[in-house]
């Protein structure tokens, strides 16, 4: 049986990443990545499945929901995932520079990142966004307007055949727009270049046990229905909505309790050209009622495979299944265990308003879809835009002290005790921050390796920021700026 290091399960941004890092921290790691389907990246990362922007707090107003004690917008949220973004942004820039990818045009561009409202009560929320958020250097260089012909030069769709209503806008130029699933594959091909390391599709993991030091992962060959066993020290489950079943077999202690609830999303899409080139931004808005924070409308600027389209929604959907491309109706009633099943029901009962945006969302007519575009885009018409399917969220379930047990928006890293498993459960605000959450990952796995002095070095090497959360330290600030401004030249983010 094959003895490795390392065993990623699944192809998408996550493993990719962490494959990645591990390697170039520790070049004598031996790692092989599973991937279910007979391409890579496939499944939520991939770039039709997800809304590609690089989030990092500019103009998603659903992460600053709060007000503080001053009645002011709080924006702490907004300014740590600004830095957690730099460190994707850092690492990629490092493998552009090093060989380990290239062209990086064909994942990351420059595309402004707007807010925008309208009506009086949310123009107020903006403004104390603004107000908030441009105090902070990052943010510096963001620009607020209530004036309707300054939106329109921003976005000029914005406006067009809207009537007197108040409305407002911040904007930010140096936003992005990211292929979450070209990085993927980019980095798992050089992983997979590497000696002692592999990567594999069409393999789906089927099962794990622990073994003396570490794992005995089973694949299956789904082309020809083989079957081997694997051996590693240590496994992430990278898997996506398949995370949770895995974790499940694998039995772990810290998996008990937490449930998994899928929803489904969609687009609408626009490919006309005269329409796609009339707008360049990412535009983000309030979230409509009981709208979970990942289905807050946007009308989007996309760049997919050399292509640009203009993206609207996600608009949310009723699903049982955990994986849109490899997943089974099933999914759901299978996951449900002994010891989850209570909370599961009770986080039914106490979310019912989201239960019933879901299925409203589900039945609404191409009418109503329409309706909500017109709020962004008033005069869009009907025979320009198609839906589509996009990518399945599982958000985490997880029983809380003496708690009904509560749906978790963000992202959760279950790790088992002995830390030879860890698996990520959850979505938001997903891919844009995956350096931020594999690094987790690793500093708990491998905590001797990062113990090294000179490991540590080269992890400053690669992400020079690392260090750098919410300061305003003058110094710092012009270190982190000098860092960032070398790592968009190298993603060719500035020409
Ligand atoms: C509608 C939508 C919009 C989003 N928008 C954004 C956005 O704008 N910005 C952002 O940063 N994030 C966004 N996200 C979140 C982001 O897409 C995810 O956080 C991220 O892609 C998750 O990556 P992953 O590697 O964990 O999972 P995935 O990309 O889903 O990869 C998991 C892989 O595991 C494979 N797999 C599953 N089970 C097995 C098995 N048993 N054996 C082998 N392989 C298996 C799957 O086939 C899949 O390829 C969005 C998500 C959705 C659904």
Same mark, same amino acid.
Request: contains cysteine; glycine residues 10%; aromatic residues 8%.
């Given at each position: ?26 070049? *004598? ?5 599973? *991937? ?22 500019? #103009? ?28 994707? $942004? ?25 807010? !925008?409202?309208?009506?009086? *009560?949310?123009?107020? !929320?903006?403004?104390?966004? %603004?107000?908030?958020?441009? @105090?902070?250097? !990052?943010?510096?260089?963001?620009? %607020? ?26 904007? +930010? ?23 002692? #390391?592999?990567?594999? =599709?069409?393999?789906? =993991? ?42 499940? $077999? ?19 899409? #626009?490919?006309?050209?005269?329409? =796609? ?16 924070? +990942?289905?807050?409308? &946007? ?24 994986? &849109? ?20 029901? @009770? ?38 835009? $198609? ?24 992202? *959760? ?20 921050? #995956? ?8 500093? @708990?796995?491998?905590?001797?390796? !990062? ?6 070095? $080269? ?37």
């Amino acid at each position: 049986m094959d003895e490795l290091d390392v065993i990623l399960i699944g192809s998408g941004v996550m493993s990719a990443n962490l494959g990645g890092l591990l390697k170039q921290l520790d070049p *004598e790691l031996r790692i092989e990545l599973y *991937e279910v389907t007979k391409e890579l990246s496939q499944e939520s990362s991939n770039g039709w499945n997800n809304a590609g922007t690089g989030h990092a707090g500019i #103009c998603e107003v659903a992460y600053t929901p709060d007000r503080g004690e001053d009645g002011e917008i709080k924006v702490d949220k907004a300014i740590e995932i600004f830095a957690e973004f730099e460190q994707t $942004k850092q690492f990629w820039a490092y493998a552009v520079r090093t060989g380990m990818i290239d062209k990086p045009s064909e994942f990351i561009n420059q595309v402004p990142h707007i807010s !925008f409202v309208y009506g009086q *009560e949310q123009v107020d !929320f903006l403004r104390s966004r %603004y107000k908030g958020m441009s @105090k902070h250097p !990052f943010f510096s260089s963001m620009q %607020y307007s209530e004036d309707p012909e300054q939106i329109r030069k921003w976005a000029p769709l914005l406006i067009e055949g809207r009537g007197d209503q108040p409305v407002a806008a911040t904007f +930010m130029e140096a936003g992005t727009d990211v292929n979450f699933g070209e990085v993927s594959r980019k980095l798992i091909h050089w992983l997979g270049e590497q000696g002692g #390391c592999a990567y594999h =599709v069409e393999t789906r =993991v089927t099962d794990l046990n622990r073994s003396n030091d570490g794992w005995e992962v089973t694949i299956k060959n789904m082309a020809d229905g083989t079957i081997r066993q694997k051996r590693a020290k240590f496994v992430f489950i990278g898997a996506g909505g398949g995370s949770l079943p895995l974790l499940q $077999k694998a039995g772990v202690d810290e998996i008990r309790g937490y449930g998994g609830f899928p929803i489904g999303g969609q687009w609408l899409i #626009c490919e006309k050209p005269e329409i =796609v080139e009339r707008h360049h931004a990412k535009v983000y808005g309030l979230s409509p009622g009981a709208a979970p924070t +990942m289905a807050v409308p &946007h009308l989007d600027s996309r760049v997919l495979e050399g292509k640009q389209a203009l993206l609207f929604g996600p608009y949310a959907a009723w699903t049982t299944k955990f994986l &849109h491309r490899g997943g089974s109706f099933f999914d759901l009633p299978g996951s449900i265990k002994f010891h989850n099943w209570l909370t599961l029901l @009770k986080v039914g009962i106490s979310n019912l308003p989201l239960v019933g945006y879901l299925i409203q969302q589900g039945l609404q007519s191409m009418n109503t879809r329409l309706k909500e575009l017109r709020n962004f885009y008033p005069d869009a018409k009907a025979e320009d835009w $198609k839906l589509i399917d996009a990518g399945i969220r599982v958000q985490a379930i997880k029983k809380e002290d003496g708690d009904a047990g509560i749906v978790h928006f963000g992202t *959760e890293v279950v790790t088992s005790e002995d830390r030879s498993i860890s698996a990520l459960l959850g979505a938001s605000p997903g891919a844009s921050v #995956c350096v931020n959450i594999v690094l987790e990952v690793a500093r @708990k796995c491998f905590g001797e390796l !990062f113990a090294k002095e000179d490991v540590q070095k $080269k992890l400053l090497e690669m992400i020079p920021t690392l260090d750098v959360h919410s300061t305003t330290n003058s110094e710092k600030i012009a270190a982190f700026e000098k860092d960032s401004l070398s790592a968009e030249e190298a993603l060719s983010l500035r020409k």
